[in-house]
């Protein structure tokens, strides 16, 4: 969703660099694409009373796993319009505030896969083998051979309780080893699954039965926290031994611990704890001092390789968004395909510039009938209505309806567009229309807008072409197109046209007769008001049709606001039916 660029606005004026917020260790990689146009500052070591001072300055947070993104800090942070999360899981930012507050919420969902798969897999071995305790007796100088005997994977059956990326992927490795593997996801392809010699179970409790080793690669969620405890490990093979490098919380801590101690667990390899670092005396302090629990401080993605992905990948996403692109991988937006994405952006564009061109040229208008709820139909024809997912669009039409009559600091996009057009009374109807057009252009998008009535009130609104004496047409027209990264208005209600939507403009609609370009030039001259581009609108040909050929609208680009009192004398010029300066 289009956001303000870093170095200049979309009217030409120069705008602060955002500012990005680091309070944790990310990759120089990914902060070397950021400094490039924004403020990066790097502020490690934080505590949470000291970010929450300062965040109210910064336009993206960048954090890890340490940094606790909670609805207070959220809130604090008016400006924000990021937060990105280096790495997959985001249990520790409050998605569902962030969301209300407009804010995009970003993670990186493939770049540390093979760095989590891997140490996976690295406590499974170093679990079967006793590899840490062996490591420790000999650098005490013992040989404990006969005390250290393990057991081999090969033939073993690995349970893996959630098939997503990660978890597939140690499948295809533990299949590797030689494993029988099992798993258990109620959204898992059973078509990928058996690709991958996969037996997907119908319940955890059929899986627990059977697993020699059990892994756990699903997010901490309600319906997940505290899933392993006394009766799901009592329930598994004597012996079988247990794996976490999701999240701490999923398997109960002192669970484990009575099942590690009563030896019907035979060793756990733990990289993720209920509290992280361990609070002294907690139970995940407790699991951690377990002579057979195999313990790391949350390493999963600690790889070079890994924290170089993610870092370049959120940080893609971050400046991306900050410069007004869609995001790729939002949390809390809808899943953009690249293809569509790069589609939609011109378009994304055109439909901010459609929605604040009817605020601002129709404004009054729609100051005759005070808080009348509106109407908008969006429709799209050509190439574009063949894009299933159009939200972005939708979210463009919000934001631009609603800028130039908002505070500088209402946030609106993609990820609360809904909400906020629901509050406004914007009533937002999508069409696509997908039959033959006699247009020329390859995608077209049109804007109608009418004032929200009940059914039997609507069978009675003139269309846009119906010439409607007195006072103007209920119902307002605009259509555009691209061409190229480029956007263009085609249609203002009856009059053909062809403008790009920027910077500031003053759209007079008069009586098409000569002289009326001359007299609006001078007066504006006499103002010190140059004018830099110009269209010519005439009636369309339905307009004639109708018996109005005699209008036309002159589009204006100028180089500074036009005073009150100039846009009165041109209003009081003979011929001159109506004016509007807007500024996009």
């Known amino acids: 969703m289009p956001l303000i660029p870093a170095s200049e606005g979309s009217n030409g004026f120069t705008t602060p660099r955002p500012k990005v917020l680091i309070p944790e260790k990310v990759s120089p990689d990914g902060i070397a694409i950021l400094e490039k146009t924004l403020d990066v500052h790097q ?98 100088g013992k040989w404990e051979r006969s005390r250290l005997v393990g057991v081999e994977v090969k033939g073993k059956t690995l349970g893996i309780i959630g ?79 247990l794996l976490n490098v999701a999240r701490g919380g999923m398997i109960d801590e002192l669970a484990l611990l009575a099942a590690l101690e009563s030896g019907h667990i035979a060793g756990a390899g733990i990289d993720v704890f209920t509290s992280e670092p361990p609070k002294p005396d907690s139970s995940a302090a407790k699991l951690i001092a377990h002579p057979r629990a195999v313990v790391t401080p949350h390493l999963g993605a600690s790889t070079v390789e890994a924290q170089e992905n993610v870092s370049l990948d959120v940080c893609s996403q971050v400046l991306s968004i900050l410069s007004g692109d869609l995001p790729r991988s939002a949390v809390n937006a809808p899943i953009i395909l690249p293809e569509e994405y790069k589609k939609l952006q011109p378009f994304v564009r055109l439909v901010e510039r459609m929605g604040a061109l009817h605020t601002q040229h129709y404004a009054g208008r729609q100051a005759k009938t005070p808080g009348q709820h509106q109407t908008f139909d969006l429709v799209y024809e050509g190439e574009i209505s063949n894009i299933a997912n159009t939200k972005p669009l939708y979210a463009a039409l919000v934001k631009g309806l609603l800028a130039p009559i908002s505070s500088p600091d209402t946030n609106v996009n993609i990820v609360n567009a809904s909400l906020i057009a629901k509050e406004r009374g914007i009533i937002i109807n999508e069409q696509h229309a997908r039959e033959p057009t006699s247009h020329p252009y390859s995608s077209l998008v049109s804007l109608r807008a009418r004032p929200s009535r009940s059914l039997s009130q609507e069978r009675d609104v003139p269309a846009a072409d119906t010439p409607v004496p007195g006072p103007p047409v209920t119902e307002q027209l605009i259509q555009g197109y691209c061409s190229d990264a480029e956007v263009f208005i085609s249609r203002l209600d009856r009059f053909a046209t062809s403008f790009v939507p920027n910077g500031r403009l003053l759209i007079c609609h008069n009586y098409d007769s000569p002289g009326k370009i001359g007299v609006v030039g001078g007066i504006l001259g006499k103002d010190g008001v140059n004018i830099n581009s110009m269209a010519v609108a005439p009636v369309n040909e339905t307009g004639k049709k109708l018996g109005v050929a005699n209008e036309a609208l002159m589009i204006l680009g100028i180089d500074k606001d036009v005073s009150p009192a100039i846009l009165d004398s041109l209003k009081g010029e003979q011929g001159i039916l109506d004016i509007s300066c807007v500024t996009l």
């Open 163 to 241: 098939l997503g990326k990660v978890g597939l992927l140690v499948a295809r490795m533990a299949n590797g080893l030689g494993m029988k593997v099992i798993a258990i996801d109620p959204f898992a392809s059973p078509e990928i699954a058996s690709a991958n010699n996969v037996d997907l179970q119908l319940n955890l409790a059929d899986l627990l039965k059977t697993v020699d080793f059990l892994t756990i690669h699903t997010p901490l969620i309600a319906s997940t926290k505290g899933m392993i405890s006394n009766s799901e490990l009592l329930s598994m093979k004597k012996g079988s031994r």
């Open 43 to 140: 502020r490690k070591g934080l505590s949470p009373d000291e970010l929450l001072s300062i965040i109210p300055e910064y336009d993206a947070l960048v954090v890890r796993s340490e940094t606790k993104v909670n609805a207070a800090l959220l809130t604090k942070g008016t400006r924000l319009r990021v937060v990105a999360r280096a790495g997959v899981g985001v249990d520790n930012v409050d998605v569902e505030t962030a969301t209300k507050q407009g804010i995009i919420v970003v993670n990186s969902p493939s770049g540390n896969i093979g760095a989590a798969a891997e140490h996976t897999i690295a406590l499974l071995l170093a679990v079967a083998r006793n590899i840490p305790d062996g490591c420790s007796s000999l650098k005490n």
